[in-house]
């Protein structure tokens, strides 16, 4: 099966403070892809990271760091010293790579943050 | 500048009065697609196009249909909207369909079928 699940629905922090959103994937691939999107309250998909299955390095971006482990098939995202502006829904999201690939992205159910100030 | 567009961007519409959401790249990308996005459901793909005239039905493809007489265009029709179909729908691209290549996404349309 080929799935993503994102067990946090909604997470409240106040400004700040440090926060970690969760990703589980399953897929049968040895090659495949893994992302996160923002989605502001103005609703469209902003593209954070792209990680492929082979890089298990981990990466930090400004406040943002991603955390790739395929040994218990996780890629979290942590926002550190977080603001309001990042009051957002995230989703993580899996591209297999099986034959004949239809380039399709899996998302999970995306995780609603609220940075309060 | 590259880019996705979608129009409209909201549209509120009563059942059985048949629409279209237009889906449109400036890239040349041969790989389009649409998503339907749903509260606690994530995104889910509707239908999916390899290129002019290839097309094939994704995910959650009932009730929906889709063509693709140009490449830049991906035009998402329902014939028959019913509430159900009350979403927010993504239109994308990539150059081509191996999971290598990036998406872009469109801005997305926000429906309302009362």
């Known amino acids: 099966a080929q799935k993503v699940t994102q067990a946090q629905t909604e997470i409240s922090v106040v400004e700040k403070e440090d926060v970690t959103l969760d990703c589980v994937y399953e897929t049968r691939d040895t090659t495949y892809y893994l992302f996160w999107y923002k989605q502001p309250p103005s609703g469209e998909l902003v593209f954070l990271i792209r990680r492929n299955s082979f890089d298990e390095q981990n990466e930090i971006s400004g406040r943002y760091s991603w955390n790739f482990q395929k040994s218990t098939s996780s890629f979290n995202f942590t926002i550190t010293a977080s603001q309001v502006v990042d009051s957002a829904v995230y989703f993580c999201a899996l591209r297999p790579n099986y034959g004949g690939a239809t380039n399709k992205l899996i998302f999970g159910t995306g995780t609603l943050l609220a940075v309060q100030p | 500048e590259a880019q996705v567009t979608q129009n409209p961007r909201y549209l509120i519409t009563v059942t059985g009065k048949k629409l279209t959401v237009t889906c449109s790249q400036n890239m040349n990308h041969e790989y389009m697609s649409w998503y339907r996005q749903d509260p606690g459901l994530g995104l889910r793909q509707i239908y999916y196009s390899m290129n002019v005239e290839v097309t094939d039905k994704g995910d959650v493809p009932e009730g929906y249909k889709v063509s693709r007489k140009e490449k830049r265009n991906f035009p998402l029709i329902l014939e028959s909207p019913s509430p159900n179909q009350t979403s927010l729908y993504f239109c994308?691209?990539?150059?081509?369909?191996?999971?290598?290549?990036?998406?872009?996404f469109g801005p997305g349309t926000r429906l309302t079928v009362t």
């Open positions: 994308a691209s990539s150059l081509g369909f191996d999971s290598s290549y990036e998406q872009y």
